[in-house]
């Protein structure tokens, strides 16, 4: 089954400090898709990346950026520069696509890394 | 606008006490799903829906029923309230296929006592 992994499960920076939160996964599947979500404190889900299996190319957005590696299975997720507007709760998630019938059965999420931005 | 609309936002029931929560999609989505989210434990699927009439069950089912008779409509019902149920609920949609990825909707923020 699968399954993901958020080993941090708090961090607190100075606004400005670079930040980076992990992910590892596990899944049986070859295709499979890959989710970055904001929880800020009004507790809305905000969606910021998706990434399939077969994509391993690094992208940046803004001050956001993220690095998919196939090899150790982590999909991590860096902030340039942080911003106490970046303080939330950040998830990773997880869809497979071949066994769940494409997609079907939703999204595996990790627990969650709180981030703490200190002005 | 287009999105995810959940309903109500905030609600207090009873033990024992039965309700719906209503969610409904204007996105033409093939697939819902519903989610309950627990203070250090992420989101966990309850049920989901490939399509009308069709649902099925995910991590936490019990105590959770569904229907799905409409495309934009997917209703969770609580038949019997239980302490245990106190959570955010979201409800998510998303196309059959992944170029759109999955919408949320704001989240129910439900306590029973």
């Known amino acids: 089954a699968q399954k993901v992994t958020q080993a941090q499960t708090e961090i607190s920076v100075v606004e400005k400090e670079d930040v980076t939160l992990d992910c590892v996964y596990e899944?049986?599947?070859?295709?499979?898709?890959l989710f970055w979500y904001k929880q800020p404190p009004s507790g809305e889900l905000v969606f910021l990346i998706r990434r399939n299996s077969f994509d391993e190319q690094n992208e940046i957005s803004g001050r956001y950026s993220w690095n998919f590696q196939k090899s150790t299975s982590s999909f991590n997720f860096t902030i340039t520069a942080s911003q106490v507007v970046d303080s939330a709760v950040y998830f990773c998630a997880l869809s497979e696509w071949t066994y769940s019938g494409g997609g079907a059965d939703g999204l595996t999420f990790g627990k969650g890394t709180h981030l703490i931005i200190q002005p | 606008n287009a999105g995810v609309t959940q309903t109500p936002k905030f609600q207090v029931l009873k033990t024992g006490q039965s309700m719906t929560l209503q969610c409904a999609q204007d996105m033409n989505h093939e697939y819902m799903s519903w989610y309950r989210q627990d203070p250090g434990m992420g989101l966990r699927l309850i049920h989901y829906s490939v399509g009308a009439g069709i649902t099925d069950q995910g991590e936490v089912p019990n105590g959770y029923n569904v229907s799905r008779s409409t495309t934009e409509d997917f209703p969770l019902r609580l038949l019997s309230a239980a302490p245990s149920q106190t959570s955010v609920y979201f409800c998510?949609?998303?196309?059959?296929?992944?170029?759109?990825?999955?919408?949320f909707g704001s989240g129910t923020r439900l306590t029973v006592v």
């Open positions: 899944t049986r599947d070859t295709t499979y898709y």
């Open positions: 998510a949609s998303s196309y059959s296929s992944p170029r759109g990825g999955y919408t």
